[in-house]
């Protein structure tokens, strides 16, 4: 298993409309969101 995923805006996006945000964490157990991603996701 990865330790470790770096993600961008789409795959938060999409894993949340589908309601399945759940599996990141039983994927990968750090999780890392750029700044940016962060911040077009709260826009």
Do not use: K, W
Request: glycine share 4%; proline share 7%; aromatic share 6%.
């Amino acid at each position: 298993m990865a330790e470790s995923l770096v993600c961008d805006t789409s795959i938060l996006l999409y894993l949340g409309r589908i309601r399945h945000l759940h599996l990141l964490p039983q994927l990968f157990p750090t999780i890392l969101v750029p700044g940016q991603a962060a911040f077009e996701l709260n826009a």
